[in-house]
């Protein structure tokens, strides 16, 4: 049986085993008791995947690709497979460390991004290949304008790494765009715990309206009166460390 590649999926299937080994030898798979690859596809990863140590889980919502990699993968069988990435609960993992890794779906990229940052004390590795752009601004330095959301609050979690660029003839079908691959490995930032609500706010707000001041951006918030000369407010968004803006909650938080 073949898998047809559906476009309401966002599934463009890697052909490339080349790349598909270096995507998974670009994880240490150390400490790691599970792996989950999202979006298997045709299992161009998961053969690779399946020569390490590790047990793993497949979040596919394609039945065509779940009955082909059935088929066709003698290891991978009915438990292996969880769903929706996006539905999954980490928990039913027992709080072992958890790497995720795959050629995610351009559609809900961001999406698998924020999801990963939500237990990110159970998953201390990502690797992953993005739409171009997406690896860029998750990878993205201040004052630079891929620099924004995704940057700050994936780099509050993890240190990022853009590993390679990826062309777009090595996929079935084609997609219109380069693809990028990245890995996260975590690194919280001091100073986060225990804050985590109102520095996801203040940056979301911030970047909102990134080209005003935060002083304007940050007004619908009511910046507490001890703040109210901070230097930070006479900057824009863009202009702010993720160590900034993490100091700066803390900041918020005590006045």
């Known amino acids: ?108 990229s961001s999406q698998i991004l924020f999801k990963i940052i939500d237990f990110y004390r159970q998953i201390p590795e990502m690797v992953g290949m993005f739409q171009k752009e997406v690896a860029e601004r998750t990878a993205a330095v201040p004052r630079t304008k891929d620099y924004g959301i995704l940057s700050v609050l994936v780099q509050a979690y993890y240190d990022v790494d853009y590993l390679f660029t990826v062309h777009e003839n090595v996929f079935n079908p084609p997609p219109k765009v380069k693809s990028g691959v990245i890995r996260l490995t975590r690194n919280p930032k001091e100073g986060l715990s225990g804050n985590e609500i109102l520095f996801k706010q203040i940056v979301k707000t911030g970047f909102n309206q990134r080209r005003k001041k935060l002083s304007n951006a940050l007004k619908a918030m009511n910046i507490p009166e001890a703040l109210q000369n901070h230097e930070f407010l006479q900057k824009r968004a863009e202009e702010l460390s993720v160590e900034d803006f993490i100091h700066f909650a803390k900041l918020w938080k005590d006045a």
Do not use: C, W
């Not at 080994?21 to 161009?44: A, H, Q």
């Not at 779940?66 to 996006?86: H, R, S, V």
């Open 1 to 108: 049986m073949s898998v047809r590649a559906k476009k309401h999926l966002g599934q463009h299937f890697l052909t490339d085993e080349n790349i598909a080994r270096k995507i998974v030898e670009s994880m240490s798979f150390e400490s790691l008791k599970n792996v989950v690859e999202v979006g298997p596809g045709t299992g161009v990863l998961t053969k690779y995947l399946l020569e390490k140590k590790v047990k793993i889980f497949l979040a596919e919502i394609d039945q065509e690709s779940i009955d082909y990699l059935k088929q066709n993968y003698e290891a991978i069988q009915k438990e292996n497979f969880i769903g929706d990435f996006l539905k999954t609960d980490f928990v039913f993992l027992e709080n072992s460390e958890t790497g995720i890794i795959g050629n995610f779906p351009y559609n809900i």
